[in-house]
């Protein structure tokens, strides 16, 4: 059964600095992996998703790789702004196009 | 572009009692999706569908039903409310193909007392 892991659970960082946030799972049997953004009572928005035969994805200040083999993704936030401030998760797709989630990261950028 | 729209958006429900959290799509997308997010957690997978008329049990179905009638709509049914399904529920949909981006509705939050 496929695993999704997101460390760390909760990060405060001050504005303008650069963040990663990590993801990890357990089977590399998957055709792509999405990071999404979602706000407090909202929905997910999709930032970034990577196609399996790719090393990684960018979109503005925000950078994600994927290392397939060893089950592992970054997700590279450049100068932090306080509008970044919400949960991120990563979500990996196996099987039947299912999307299998972390339990997110919630971040916090202080002005 | 309304894209995936749930509703209703919040709920109430007595326990034993049954509702239907409705879910359209108007990207002709052919999977749609069912999730469930409790406080704290990822999403969990409730049930999916491939097309109209075809459906299957995700990693959480027990206690839900769901049907798949047209393409834009994929409705799903709480039969007898429990306190375990309380909850925010989450609709997407995606297009066919294994590399294709799910987009998601607001979610429904349901509480049942």
């Known amino acids: 059964k496929q695993e999704v892991t997101q460390i760390p659970a909760a990060l405060s960082v001050p504005e303008g600095e650069n963040l990663v946030l990590n993801c990890s799972f357990t089977d590399s049997a998957i055709y792509n992996l999405q990071w999404f953004r979602q706000d407090p009572g909202k929905g997910l928005t999709s930032l970034l998703l990577?196609?399996?035969?790719?090393r990684e994805q960018t979109s503005g200040r925000l950078n994600a790789s994927l290392d397939k083999s060893s089950g592992r993704s970054t997700l590279y936030i450049a100068a932090s702004q306080p509008g970044d401030s919400a949960t991120y998760l990563c979500a990996v797709t196996a099987g039947a196009n299912n999307l299998f989630f972390g339990t997110g990261t919630r971040l916090t950028v202080i002005p | 572009n309304a894209g995936v729209t749930q509703t209703p958006k919040f709920r109430i429900l007595k326990i034993g009692q049954s509702m239907t959290l409705q879910c359209t799509q108007d990207?002709?997308?052919?999977?749609m999706y069912w999730y469930r997010q409790d406080p704290g957690m990822g999403l969990k997978l409730i049930y999916y569908s491939v097309g109209a008329g075809i459906t299957d049990k995700g990693e959480v179905p027990n206690g839900y039903n769901v049907s798949r009638s047209t393409t834009e709509d994929f409705p799903l049914r709480l039969e007898l409310a429990a306190p375990s399904q309380t909850s925010v529920y989450f609709c997407?949909?995606?297009?066919?193909?294994?590399?294709?981006?799910?987009?998601f509705g607001d979610g429904t939050r349901l509480s049942i007392l």
């Open positions: 990207m002709n997308h052919n999977y």
């Open positions: 990577i196609q399996s035969s790719q």
């Open positions: 997407a949909s995606s297009g066919m193909g294994s590399g294709q981006p799910q987009h």
